[in-house]
């Protein structure tokens, strides 16, 4: 038995279909996965319809319908939605409106590398095929890679689109307090994704989680491949402390080259089955009475 609560499949900026992310979480002996996807909820009723089927053939796969959503001017503070309710108008136009800034960023993107000699043809980048989804750096990390411009994703990133990169375009996000507020309103359980990515120090964090979790925050995404060994122990100790869930996922997009694995938790996570049914029962509470959990 293995779970994996962070992962991100084609309907964002992960590679993957539902399908082929279900089959993968068989073959990695996963039986619980969270479906995290970037600003869009789309693919979570064909990766559930998918859960059903395989369940059918006599598997044991739980999915957990999820949302990720980046916040802060700098974008780099990014919360977990678990249990999200799809039918919440609230959510749906502020992410329908998250998701055209992305089609303006990305027009910016793709002229601030012409102004660098890389010229990205239309037909590399998704949003002429599917309208509407979410497109984000990895679509033109991706573009750059089959155009042979760089080799990996870590370089695409590096060299181009990494904040201060001549490729790196903005994206104008909710605030953190905003986003756990929307959260809970659809009924979600918001939990602070990768802490180490937030580009905090210690106490700036402390003081980030203490405000986040008067808003309504739940928990925080312990295990995670972007933390130490010795952060993983610093923020377990802060959630614990705080009463918050403790969570972890693998962050997989699906691309080769990348630490990411799907149901590579990092080790150590002792209490995830205590964590998971935790995180369950605050999913059950956040879904029928969102006002007291
Ligand atoms: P965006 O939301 O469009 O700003 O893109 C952010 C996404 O880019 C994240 O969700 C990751 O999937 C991916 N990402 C960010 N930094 C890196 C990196 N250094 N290497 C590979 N992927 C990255
Ligand atoms: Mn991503
Ligand atoms: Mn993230
Ligand atoms: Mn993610």
């Keep these: 038995m293995n779970i994996d609560l962070h ?33 869009t909820t789309d693919g979570l009723q064909p990766m559930r319809t998918i859960a059903e089927r395989i369940n059918r053939d006599g598997h044991r796969l739980t999915v957990i319908s999820a949302v990720e959503l980046s916040t ?7 919360l977990l939605g678990y249990g999200v309710q799809e039918n919440c108008a609230d959510l749906q136009a502020a992410m329908s409106e998250l998701r055209a800034k ?9 002229e601030a590398l012409k102004a660098q000699g890389v010229q990205i043809p239309a037909q590399m980048l998704p949003e002429a095929e599917t309208p509407g989804m979410p497109i984000g750096r990895p679509h033109v990390a991706r573009a750059l ?18 904040e201060g990169k001549p490729g790196y375009v903005p994206l104008e996000h909710l605030s953190a307090a ?11 359980v918001p939990v602070l994704a990768h802490p180490a990515r937030v580009g905090l120090e210690p106490q700036a964090l402390e003081a980030l989680v203490g405000f986040l979790q008067q808003e309504g925050l739940l928990g925080v995404e312990v295990y995670h491949p972007s933390a130490s060994r010795r952060d993983t122990r610093a923020f377990e100790a802060m959630a614990r402390r705080r009463g918050l869930l403790v969570t972890g996922g693998s962050d997989y997009h699906g691309d080769r080259g990348t630490r990411a694995r799907l149901g590579g938790l990092p080790s150590g996570w002792r209490k995830w089955r205590e964590d998971l049914a935790a995180l369950q029962t605050a999913m059950q509470l956040a879904q029928t009475r969102p006002e007291a959990v």
């Design 72 to 78: 802060g001017t700098d974008g780099h503070t990014h």
């Design 7 to 39: 992962v991100h499949s084609a309907f964002s900026d992960g590679l993957l279909s539902p399908e082929a992310l279900c089959a993968l979480a068989l073959q990695q002996q996963v039986n619980v996965l969270a479906l995290c996807d970037h600003d």
């Design 178 to 188: 905003q986003a756990v507020s929307i959260l809970r309103r659809a009924g979600a």
């Design 102 to 110: 992305r089609v303006t960023r990305e027009q910016q993107m793709v």
């Design 145 to 162: 890679i089959r155009m042979g411009v760089v080799n990996t994703m870590e370089q695409a990133f590096d060299r181009y689109l990494a």
